[in-house]
């Protein structure tokens, strides 16, 4: 069982990573702040949040001890702050000066890596903070990075597809194409991979990407041998690009997050489906698990950060492996994943009201002011209206999931199908107010390919309207959809 714990709601921006160390959980986002919070009730540390990088923070990790923690930043730095009182440690400045999108400690703490836009790899010597070792992945963006247990290894993903295996010394020792439309994320299981009787060499390693995958990898680091890396299978849960994985700390499971608003959890060992999350309402971008414990947190554009409890008992569920698995949508959710949506929502204390009517997915789809009023006795005519266009913004999403929407009738940001679409300078379409909300925030790039919008000039994209209402017309036809 998932059980949603705590919803963090304080950066004023979208969530773009989250972190554990034993006592903490750490926050970024494109607000330009970290934030921490302590495990015991998830209140907020005294120092924090966090205010150092000028500009959006991609990424935050803990030192393997939890006093320090490094966050990386667009304006090209990377920052070790002192987790036990909030002091700047250092700043340690991309030598290129790019974006930094992604920070990883090695496990005993010697090591600290970042990786560029411009696909720059720095080693940093943490007693030092100097420079150690530097290089370049081939092609592309690096946007992930995960040590080997042992700390002699590292593995960095990139925006051409690329995983590639590094020494302690930047000597690049494997190099293997994993995802045609680019890696998002990577992780590396603690744990050596066991038969029952015997423990191999082998780790195992996840990556995710911009296909809708998730690759599990064998993984072999021998200081004689290098590094090795052998496919094993593919997860396909998703329904649209994979933007973080991670591994619990007994290697037991794998959490993704996705463009799609969902989470999933797979038994790491056969790839069946475990949980599928479904309270945020934007793109998930990261996932984390507890290094001690089955804390997972995971954050979105909903500007939400979503803190799990997870128990060892495995449900019974269908095989992720080599297959699409259908999402299980909104009209199929159990009582306890409403209590769960309500809570997300900021409705926790509708919980006990909506169990004592036993009301479960379908019953919540079918809400109407006139049930709210009469069955339910909501009195606040605000309350009702609340819950209202919180249900319709359920119905929405849950009819574009079940009705497999053509991937191009929905908008890249909100994966929501468009009612109002323009094109904007990179030759991509969305829906005119999430595009416009987007420059309103003072973005200047696309969202697609974080390159500089050469005009903000919105163009409406008639053509495509035009071909959303004859498939909307289509759907209601054949009895497969309801009134938008």
């Not at 290098?226 to 619990?248: D, I, N, Q």
């Not at 309402?281 to 950060?305: E, I, W």
Request: aromatic share 8%.
């Amino acid at each position: 069982m998932a059980t949603l714990i705590r919803t963090l709601t304080d950066h004023s921006d979208d969530v773009n990573c989250c972190a554990f160390s034993s006592s903490c959980l750490a926050t970024c986002s494109l607000d330009k702040t970290v934030r921490i919070y302590s495990l015991n009730d998830f209140t907020e540390l005294p120092y924090s949040p966090l205010k150092g990088h000028t500009y959006a923070v991609h990424c935050c990790c803990f030192s393997p001890s939890g006093h320090t923690l490094a966050s990386c930043s667009t304006d090209g730095a990377t920052i070790v702050w002192d987790t036990r009182d909030g002091r700047m440690l250092a700043v340690l400045e991309q030598p290129t000066g790019s974006p930094v999108r992604v920070c990883r400690f090695s496990p005993d703490s010697s090591y600290l890596v970042s990786g560029a836009a411009d696909g720059s790899v720095v080693l940093w010597n943490v007693h030092s903070m100097k420079c150690y070792r530097s290089g370049n992945v081939k092609d592309g963006s690096l946007v992930a990075c995960a040590f080997s247990p042992c700390g002699n290894f590292f593995v960095t993903g990139s925006s051409c597809g690329d995983l590639t295996i590094w020494d302690d010394k930047m000597r690049c020792l494997c190099n293997e194409k994993a995802h045609d439309l680019g890696v998002t994320c990577c992780d590396i299981s603690s744990r050596p991979v066991s038969d029952g009787e015997h423990v191999s060499g082998h780790f195992l390693m996840a990556s995710c990407g911009q296909d809708n995958k998730i690759k599990v990898w064998f993984i072999l680091f021998a200081d004689f041998l290098g590094g090795e890396l052998r496919y094993k299978c593919t997860l396909s849960g998703h329904s649209a690009p994979v933007l973080a994985c991670a591994f619990s700390y007994d290697g037991q499971m794998l959490a993704s997050g996705s463009v799609d608003k969902y989470v999933i959890i797979y038994e790491t060992n056969t790839g069946n489906i475990l949980h599928t999350l479904s309270q945020h309402t934007r793109y998930v971008t990261t996932c984390a698990f507890a290094p001690h414990s089955l804390l997972l947190a995971t954050g979105s554009m909903d500007k939400a950060v979503h803190v799990w409890q997870l128990d060892n008992k495995q449900p019974c569920a269908g095989n992720a492996i080599e297959k699409d698995s259908k999402i299980r949508t909104a009209e199929n959710w159990s009582e306890d994943d409403v209590s769960a949506w309500l809570c997300a929502q900021g409705f926790a204390e509708l919980v006990g009201l909506f169990k004592a009517n036993n009301i479960g997915g379908k019953e919540l789809l079918n809400l109407t002011r006139e049930s709210l009023t009469n069955e339910l006795k909501i009195e606040s005519l605000g309350l009702r209206s609340k819950i209202l266009q919180k249900i319709e913004e359920l119905r929405i999403k849950t009819v574009s999931v079940s009705l497999a929407v053509p991937d191009e009738f929905l908008c890249p940001i909100t994966r929501e199908l468009m009612k109002d679409p323009v094109i904007a300078a990179d030759g991509y379409s969305y829906e005119k107010e999430a595009i416009e909300n987007w420059i309103s925030n003072k973005r200047r790039s696309s969202p697609m390919t974080n390159l500089p919008l050469p005009s903000l000039v919105l163009t409406p994209n008639r053509t495509l309207k035009m071909a959303i209402s004859r498939w909307l017309e289509t759907q209601q036809k054949c009895g497969e959809t309801t009134s938008f």
